[in-house]
């Protein structure tokens, strides 16, 4: 606008401020001989347009000059006698009434132009308020549209975060660590634990009453351990909810330190696993029973061999009795002779009844007990159950057990069974072999205070390009087996914290390898 409109040009530098006031002045006397314009009886209206003009764009100092340079002018030219600058006594107040308007008109020339200059600024200042106004009510609304979506978003993972700890039994929490008192319990952390958010939050005192008797110092003393070294916590443990409804809590915490390193806070979760430990617990029942199937099938498929190792004893113990009566008999019976056969008697009785304690045991369907037990006893139990049925296929069995290896903590039941396994294999891996039959077992000490037992055969040595496949449920080369042996046995050895495998043997034949730990107790 100031552009377009002359009047609002912008003061011109100071030498052209009083080059205009000249000009104005001078075509003020130019234009009243203009004939063509009709102006010669209005000098003086040309000499206040000349000093407002030259106040307009001028300013004081130059309005100054355009009224004197006027009054001079005007008296010259003007008053009479004209063009004489000599005492004009009848024409000085026109001179005073025309330099008073001169002045009045230019002092308001300058104010109108002051007050246009400062309007204008006003503008231009306004104009610029208002664009950073705008811009700035831009900028919150756009700030308001952004904190909208992120409050939007925030409630949206809120929802979602809720929904996945309703999902999985999870509920967060965050407590102080001088005092443990909770500062904020999710929604899921109050249904877990059967407390009505209307109540509050629950006290110390309120939450160790849900914790179950027996594990409260286990609790106890896991978040006082994380205390005292600003650590991570893992511990599982049991809430009793009103009821005597049991619940099984798996609970990790971690430390929030402020900014000089102080610990003030521990956040974390509590998940309900009782669902899980309840399929646990019947995943373990699953597998004694599968495991208690295998022993017995494993032992049907025997009976002809324990029939024939159970009847040596007694066909001994016969033979002894008709013995002992003989020398009773005598005219002078001999009672030492007699003694010696009873006591053969005995001796084969016992034998007779270990073997059947044996068989017994390993029909016998109970929990896992475990206990230090002697391998190496083991390895004679199970050499002596299967005499008969290397004896059948003329497998010949040797022995070679280290003297120095510990006893480990295992279920002795258990251990019977992967070797029963392991020595069942190898015998009939040897059944059609032409050449040496002999199953050994070896056992030795074993890296990290473990020990190691190895079953080795002579037989037709692992199944081609699926040596890999051996523990997995269900897999047989047997046309008549089930293929659950060595896939128990794989779980059994596990979870006494060891490890089971296979080789192949040079020339021809099999190797199988568990290792068990002695001093960590094996996993549950």
């Known amino acids: 606008m100031s552009r377009s409109n002359p009047l609002l040009w912008p003061k011109p530098p100071g030498i052209w401020r009083y080059g205009i006031a000249g000009l104005s002045v001078a ?67 026109r001179l005073v009434v025309f330099m008073v308007s001169a002045l009045f008109v230019g002092s308001l020339s300058v104010a109108q132009r002051s007050a246009t200059e400062s309007l204008r600024r006003a503008r231009d200042d306004l104009k610029g308020t208002v664009q950073e106004l705008q811009t700035t009510n831009q900028a919150l609304l756009a700030a308001s549209g952004e904190r909208e979506r992120a409050e939007e978003s925030l409630r949206r993972s809120e929802g979602y975060l809720a929904e996945a700890q309703r999902l999985t039994h999870t509920g967060s ?13 999710s929604d899921e952390w109050y249904r877990i634990y059967g407390f009505d958010q209307e109540d509050g939050i629950p006290t110390l005192e309120q939450r160790l009453q849900r914790i179950h ?43 929030v330190l402020d900014a000089s390193g102080d610990l003030i806070q521990f956040v974390g979760s509590s998940t309900d696993i009782t669902e899980p430990k309840r399929a646990e617990e019947s995943l373990r029942q699953a597998q004694a029973d599968l495991a208690r199937i295998n022993r017995v099938t494993t032992m049907g498929e025997l009976t002809a061999s324990l029939a024939h190792e159970v009847s040596q004893p007694i066909a001994a113990a016969v033979t002894n009795a008709n013995t002992c009566l003989r020398w009773l008999m005598r005219d002078h019976p001999d009672v030492e002779e007699a003694r010696a056969a009873a006591m053969r008697i005995v001796k084969d009785g016992t034998r007779a009844a270990e073997i059947i304690k044996r068989i017994r045991l390993l029909f016998k369907k109970g929990t896992s007990e475990r206990e230090l037990v002697d391998v190496n006893e083991v390895i004679r139990e199970m050499t002596v159950l299967l005499r008969s049925e290397a004896a059948r296929y003329a497998v010949a069995m040797r022995t070679d057990l280290s003297a120095d290896i510990p006893h480990v903590m295992a279920d002795r039941v258990q251990l019977q069974q992967v070797l029963l396994n392991l020595m069942i294999n190898g015998i009939d891996a040897m059944k059609d072999v032409v050449g040496k039959r002999e199953l050994a077992i070896k056992s030795q000490k074993a890296q990290h205070d473990g020990i190691l037992v190895s079953v080795s055969d002579t037989g037709v040595g692992l199944p081609v390009q699926q040596a890999d496949q051996i523990f997995k449920a269900f897999f047989t080369t047997k046309p008549q087996g089930t293929g659950m042996g060595l896939s128990i046995s794989h779980s059994i050895v596990e979870s006494h ?24 107790e094996a996993k549950e």
């Open 213 to 255: 008797p027996e594990d409260r110092a286990k609790w106890q003393e896991a978040t006082d351990r994380a205390v005292s070294e600003r650590s991570d916590y893992d511990v599982e443990f049991r809430i009793t909810l009103p009821g005597a409804m049991v619940k099984h809590i798996h609970a990790v915490g971690h430390p």
């Open 27 to 93: 075509a003020a006397l130019i234009i009243p001989r203009w004939p063509a314009l009709h102006l010669q009886d209005a000098p003086v209206s040309l000499f206040l347009c000349a000093v407002i003009l030259s106040a307009w764009f001028g300013g004081v100092w130059p309005g100054l000059l355009a009224t004197t340079l006027s009054a001079f002018a005007f008296y010259y030219y003007f008053l009479p006698p004209i063009h004489s600058f000599g005492p004009k006594p009848d024409e000085i107040p």
């Open 497 to 520: 914290g060891g490890r089971l495998w296979a080789a192949d043997n040079t020339p021809r034949g099999a190797s199988l390898y568990f290792t068990l730990p002695t001093k960590v």
């Open 173 to 185: 929490w965050v407590w102080q660590a001088a005092t443990k008192d909770a500062l904020h319990l």
